[in-house]
């Protein structure tokens, strides 16, 4: 399954940036997560809580950032494991500058599943990933205008 998104946020890349990078403001912007934490230095073990469909699951695996370039990209690969089935991404994340004060935020990926999960069919998956990618964008301009020097 392909996961695609792109968003202009009313931030600069530093500011976006350093939201992606911090894991207390990750477990808050992400939609599931319920706990994400640093092994290494870039390297995370999560627990995802997630309801798709009629299927309810708990994941729990690794998270790791890769090709990093500072400011301007990274790729973020996931391997969940859960009873209902086994998710595993590669998705590859973009900061383009538009302004001095706003940035594309761009992803592109791919997600495979296993399981129960990979024969619940396209259109209820799809259906949550576009859930999941509106909630992660609106919870990150949430988290980017409370920490804006406006909101002090």
């Known amino acids: ?4 998104g792109k968003k202009v946020l009313n931030a600069s890349p530093a500011k976006v940036w350093e939201k992606l990078m911090d894991t207390d403001t990750l477990a808050r912007i992400m939609p599931g997560i319920s706990t ?3 092994i290494g230095e870039n390297s995370f073990i999560s627990t995802v809580q997630i309801k798709l469909g009629p299927v309810n699951g708990s994941f729990s695996g690794n998270m790791q950032l890769e090709d990093i370039t500072e400011q301007r990209a990274f790729t973020i ?3 969940q494991t ?4 086994n998710a595993n991404a590669a998705v590859k994340v973009n900061l383009l500058p538009v302004e001095d004060t706003r940035t594309e935020l761009e992803f ?3 997600v495979k599943l296993s399981g129960l999960l990979a024969g619940m069919g396209q259109r209820v998956i799809g259906g949550v990933s ?4 509106n909630q992660f964008f609106t919870n990150l301009e949430k988290e980017l205008a409370s920490s804006s020097p406006e909101a002090a």
């Open 1 to 4: 399954m392909l996961l695609t």
């Open 36 to 38: 994400i934490e640093r």
């Open 77 to 79: 690969k996931v391997q």
């Open 82 to 85: 859960s009873k209902v089935g």
């Open 108 to 110: 592109n990926g791919d």
């Open 130 to 133: 576009n859930t999941l990618t």
